[in-house]
């Protein structure tokens, strides 16, 4: 049984940063990629970043790029989310996620094992 914790979310004005933190348990940590995504009220989940098993390859959705950035500690068995220059719009729940099944990458599908979530709320 895989389990991932969120954690580091939190209420910031536009223009703060936050670093998200995700906790799994789980033997094979470093055999998977993981992702990050997010999802505000009333919207879709939306994808927001990935990384590579080794955390050599990343990918941000372009509404992030330039603004996040994913890592990983695979001896700590951990994933982050550096989160820079918040803006109102990033305001959402956080999720954490194993990338365990077939697809794309920014596929919520792909991904076979969810954290509960962290909440983010970024003011204007």
């Known amino acids: 049984q895989v389990q991932l914790v969120e954690s580091g979310g939190g209420l910031v004005q536009a223009g703060g940063s936050l670093r998200l933190s995700c906790a799994a348990s789980g033997r094979t940590f470093s055999s998977y990629a993981m992702g990050w995504f997010r999802q505000a009220p009333g919207k879709e989940r939306e994808f927001v970043a990935t990384?590579?098993?080794?955390?050599?390859?990343?990918n941000y959705a372009d509404s992030v790029k330039g603004r996040f950035s994913i890592s990983r500690d695979n001896a700590k068995g951990t994933v982050y989310l550096q989160m820079n220059s918040l803006k109102p719009e990033d305001t959402a729940v956080y999720y954490c996620?194993?990338?365990?099944?077939?697809?794309?990458?920014?596929?919520?599908?792909?991904?076979?094992?969810w954290g509960q979530g962290t909440q983010v709320t970024v003011s204007a």
């Open positions: 996620a194993r990338r365990g099944k077939s697809g794309s990458y920014s596929y919520n599908g792909a991904y076979d094992y």
């Open positions: 990384i590579s098993s080794g955390g050599g390859i990343t």
